[in-house]
């Protein structure tokens, strides 16, 4: 079956350093890879869509790499804020027919400190 | 405009009852999803209806659990004979329906459910 790791529950940095989020899979290659912000008793909240034939993608202060060989994502915050502090989920194609619905990582949870 | 709504916002019930968890999503979105949520875990997918049919319901855990969607818009989430193991966060999220499923999908607040 297929398996998403996310590199770890929590992650904290000081402000204004660069965040850097780590996603692993196994098992099968997603056609897309999505990355989600969660805030505590909120749903999830669409940040970044990458396809497995883009390499980088960026918005504002965040980017994303999507590395199909090693089967790794990385999503990077720059010039973090404390308002950034949340759970971040990592998010791929289901590879089965319908192949919308989503597998979701654990999430990693970055706390940003002033 | 409205977001993806949920009712109720927080459900207790009693092990071996019965519940209905309602999803209104985003005007003109014909993707629905539903997922669910335990603590510390990521969403878990349930079933996606795609119109008024379920495209895939493969994330059902067992019978116990059904969902409708009949005119295409408001989705209803049911589960039979709850048991204290079902107790977690309901998600609804709806999408456009664009080709080849490169779609964000618009997550509710969900629908915390406790099983006494």
């Known amino acids: 079956s297929q398996k998403i790791e996310q590199n770890s529950e929590a992650l904290n940095i000081q402000e204004g350093k660069t965040a850097t989020l780590t996603c692993n899979y196994t098992?099968?290659?997603?056609?897309?890879l999505q990355w989600y912000r969660q805030d505590p008793g909120r749903g999830p909240v669409f940040l970044l869509l990458?396809?497995?034939?883009?390499k980088e993608k960026r918005k504002e202060r965040l980017k994303v790499t999507f590395d199909t060989t090693l089967k790794q994502s990385l999503f990077h915050i720059t010039a973090s804020q404390p308002a950034d502090s949340a759970t971040y989920l990592c998010a791929l194609a289901s590879p089965n027919q319908a192949g919308t619905a989503l597998i979701f990582g654990k999430g990693t949870t970055l706390s940003v400190s002033s | 405009g409205a977001g993806v709504s949920q009712t109720p916002s927080n459900k207790v019930t009693e092990k071996g009852k019965y519940v209905e968890l309602r999803c209104d999503p985003i005007s003109g979105h014909t993707a629905l999803y539903w997922y669910r949520q335990s603590l510390g875990q990521g969403p878990e997918f349930l079933i996606y209806f795609q119109g008024t049919g379920a495209a895939d319901d493969s994330g059902l855990p067992n019978d116990r659990f059904f969902a409708v969607r009949p005119e295409g818009s408001v989705s209803t989430l049911k589960i039979q004979r709850t048991e204290r193991g079902d107790s977690a966060v309901y998600l609804c999220?709806?999408?456009?329906?664009?080709?080849?499923?490169?779609?964000?999908?618009?997550f509710g607040p969900g629908t915390r459910l406790t099983v006494l």
């Open positions: 990458i396809r497995e034939n883009e």
């Open positions: 999220a709806s999408s456009l329906a664009l080709a080849g499923g490169y779609n964000e999908q618009f």
């Open positions: 098992n099968y290659s997603p056609a897309y």
